[in-house]
């Protein structure tokens, strides 16, 4: 039979230990508590102290009398089932800290289901299976540190960067041994160092490639912030750079997260991501760069048609804003549609749909919680602030995003791969118009997915950096 979902039976000792509803209610709004230490309190003694059940249900099993999505574990937290032994418990709990509890327990029924991965598995040989496509996995290059970023050029050669600060070139599956000489130096520290490459898509005949990478402050502060150039590369080096997006060093940020950032062109547009610098509530804050995704023309000029460039104080490039640390963007060959993955705290990553001046809620809203397992907010949605069309707790780290171009595998023409991190999964996604209609995992611990491109060979290539070990880019090839 079917267990209840949550019957936290500890009502009759709550109100002897605090004194009845009015003095919880009291000490729920004051409470800074992590959301484990909230459960060992008044959850554990009946559903165990590992969330393995005891004198009420398991909550790793799946097995959900009322339900186990967010929504319905919130109402199940707040209004109880009293008839089964399980009191309400919102007269002991904020709304925030209610919010921590699902995250807290989705998070940890999903890291006990789908263990994150320590260390990658080796590449299976012989013919994978998929919905749609059988496949096979062939190694492009490798001996790479942590490639963060792939970009083809039209004569088929493949730019890498790697973030401790290389630009390498693979030259038709053979990587080149001299990496390009007199790149911009990045800040290497944390999550900064050599980020994003791309090409023109007009390099045919200007030859500019483009790279995002971390920039030292002009001090000793330890500031930092994303900056994004152009240059040339002429026999083997870096020339004729150009910067097309940055802001006055003496403005940069302390410390060296939350870089973002992801180059993307549409038509005459340049679209980048920055992220927050760890300063969530800056941003909902227009006159601040970071926390926002950004449009520009291909030279760095701002498009008069922008939707803050006559707001006073605001950067006029801000496309969108509310947003912790985006880490995929992509165009949709159909619809046109500007799509981004975004990093949330614990729980809470997203796949936003990004339209013009929208606000997409950080941190004012998030599905997600504080690493120290306190709660960021009592809300997941509010008016005037965007939804995710998809989001993910617990997080698994969502990393880049792209739409498969080519016609290798023309079952997956036009849909969405998706990589991430922490799980090291890889997935297909079937988006049609706003809405993602199916969703399939392809394969999983086989590195830390950084990037996935189309190939003017039509073949999807990945980026993978491998945990304790050089990182290598990988290609799927039709098995048929």
Same mark, same amino acid.
């Given at each position: 039979?079917?267990?209840?979902?949550?019957?936290?039976?500890?009502?009759?000792?709550?109100?002897?230990?605090?004194?009845?509803?009015?003095?919880?209610?009291?000490?729920?709004?004051?409470?800074?508590?992590?959301?484990?230490?909230?459960?060992?309190?008044?959850?554990?003694?009946?559903?165990?102290?590992?969330?393995?059940?005891?004198?009420?249900?398991?909550?790793?099993?799946?097995?959900?009398?009322?339900?186990?999505?967010?929504?319905?574990?919130?109402?199940?937290?707040? /209004?109880?089932?009293?008839?089964?032994?399980?009191?309400?418990?919102?007269?002991?709990?904020?709304?925030? +800290?209610?919010?921590?509890?699902?995250?807290?327990?989705?998070?940890?029924?999903?890291?006990?289901?789908?263990?994150? &991965?320590?260390?990658?598995?080796?590449?299976?040989?012989?013919?994978?299976?998929?919905?749609?496509?059988?496949?096979?996995?062939?190694?492009?290059?490798?001996?790479?540190?942590?490639?963060?970023?792939?970009?083809?050029?039209?004569?088929?050669?493949?730019?890498?960067?790697?973030?401790?600060?290389?630009?390498?070139?693979?030259?038709?599956?053979?990587?080149?041994?001299?990496?390009?000489?007199?790149?911009?130096?990045?800040?290497?520290?944390? +999550?900064?160092?050599?980020?994003?490459?791309?090409?023109?898509?007009?390099?045919?005949?200007?030859? #500019?490639?483009?790279?995002?990478?971390?920039?030292?402050?002009?001090?000793? &502060?330890?500031?930092?912030?994303?900056?994004?150039?152009?240059?040339?590369?002429?026999?083997?080096?870096?020339?004729?750079?150009?910067?097309?997006? @940055?802001?006055?060093?003496?403005?940069?940020?302390?410390?060296?997260?939350?870089?973002?950032?992801?180059?993307?062109?549409?038509?005459?547009?340049?679209?980048?991501?920055?992220?927050?610098?760890?300063?969530?509530?800056?941003?909902?804050?227009?006159?601040?760069?970071?926390?926002?995704?950004? @449009?520009?023309?291909?030279?760095?000029?701002?498009?008069?048609?922008?939707?803050?460039?006559?707001?006073?104080?605001?950067?006029?490039?801000? #496309?969108?804003?509310?947003?912790?640390?985006?880490?995929?963007?992509?165009?949709?060959?159909?619809?046109?549609?500007?799509?981004?993955?975004?990093?949330?705290?614990?729980?809470? !990553?997203?796949?936003?749909?990004?339209?013009?001046?929208?606000?997409?809620?950080?941190?004012?809203?998030? *599905?997600?919680?504080?690493? !120290?397992?306190?709660?960021?907010?009592?809300?997941?949605?509010?008016?005037?602030?965007?939804?995710?069309?998809?989001?993910?707790?617990?997080?698994?780290?969502?990393?880049?995003?792209?739409? *498969?171009?080519?016609?290798?595998?023309?079952?997956?023409?036009?849909?969405?791969?998706?990589?991430?991190?922490?799980?090291?999964?890889?997935?297909?996604?079937?988006?049609?118009?706003?809405?993602?209609?199916?969703?399939?995992?392809?394969?999983? /611990?086989?590195?830390?997915?950084?990037?996935?491109?189309?190939?003017?060979?039509?073949?999807?290539?990945?980026?993978?950096?491998?945990?304790?070990?050089?990182?290598?880019?990988?290609?799927?090839?039709?098995?048929?």
């Amino acid at each position: 039979m079917p267990r209840p979902s949550l019957r936290l039976c500890l009502g009759w000792w709550l109100a002897a230990i605090f004194g009845g509803v009015m003095t919880l209610s009291a000490w729920a709004q004051t409470s800074t508590r992590d959301a484990s230490q909230i459960y060992a309190q008044f959850c554990a003694d009946c559903h165990g102290q590992k969330l393995e059940g005891g004198k009420a249900g398991s909550l790793l099993d799946n097995i959900w009398k009322h339900g186990g999505s967010a929504a319905e574990l919130t109402s199940s937290i707040q /209004h109880g089932f009293p008839l089964d032994g399980m009191p309400a418990f919102s007269p002991a709990l904020n709304d925030a +800290e209610i919010q921590a509890m699902v995250v807290f327990i989705t998070e940890t029924r999903g890291r006990v289901g789908n263990p994150q &991965a320590q260390s990658a598995e080796p590449l299976p040989a012989g013919v994978q299976p998929s919905e749609l496509h059988s496949y096979r996995i062939e190694s492009v290059a490798e001996g790479l540190e942590v490639p963060w970023s792939l970009a083809f050029l039209p004569d088929g050669r493949m730019l890498v960067t790697e973030r401790p600060g290389r630009l390498r070139v693979i030259d038709h599956g053979r990587l080149q041994a001299a990496p390009i000489t007199e790149i911009p130096r990045p800040v290497v520290r944390d +999550e900064g160092g050599l980020l994003s490459v791309v090409a023109d898509p007009d390099f045919a005949n200007n030859g #500019w490639v483009y790279l995002s990478f971390s920039d030292a402050g002009d001090d000793n &502060a330890e500031t930092a912030m994303t900056k994004i150039v152009r240059g040339q590369i002429k026999d083997g080096k870096w020339t004729d750079e150009q910067t097309i997006f @940055r802001i006055p060093a003496r403005q940069y940020p302390k410390g060296y997260m939350g870089f973002g950032c992801r180059l993307v062109f549409q038509g005459d547009y340049l679209y980048f991501t920055l992220g927050d610098r760890d300063l969530p509530a800056e941003a909902q804050d227009l006159t601040k760069p970071w926390g926002k995704t950004h @449009r520009v023309f291909h030279d760095g000029s701002v498009p008069p048609d922008n939707p803050f460039v006559h707001q006073p104080g605001a950067v006029s490039s801000i #496309w969108t804003y509310g947003h912790r640390n985006q880490q995929g963007l992509a165009i949709d060959p159909i619809t046109g549609n500007l799509w981004a993955s975004e990093h949330g705290p614990r729980g809470g !990553d997203e796949l936003n749909l990004l339209r013009k001046g929208l606000n997409y809620g950080w941190p004012v809203i998030t *599905y997600g919680m504080n690493y !120290d397992g306190t709660a960021i907010t009592d809300h997941t949605g509010q008016a005037g602030m965007e939804q995710p069309v998809v989001y993910w707790t617990p997080s698994i780290a969502v990393s880049q995003i792209g739409f *498969y171009r080519g016609d290798r595998f023309p079952k997956w023409k036009n849909n969405l791969f998706i990589g991430s991190l922490a799980q090291q999964e890889f997935w297909r996604f079937v988006v049609d118009g706003a809405r993602v209609t199916h969703r399939e995992l392809i394969f999983k /611990h086989l590195g830390r997915i950084r990037d996935v491109v189309t190939g003017p060979d039509g073949l999807l290539y990945i980026a993978l950096e491998i945990p304790g070990h050089p990182g290598r880019i990988i290609r799927l090839v039709p098995a048929d």
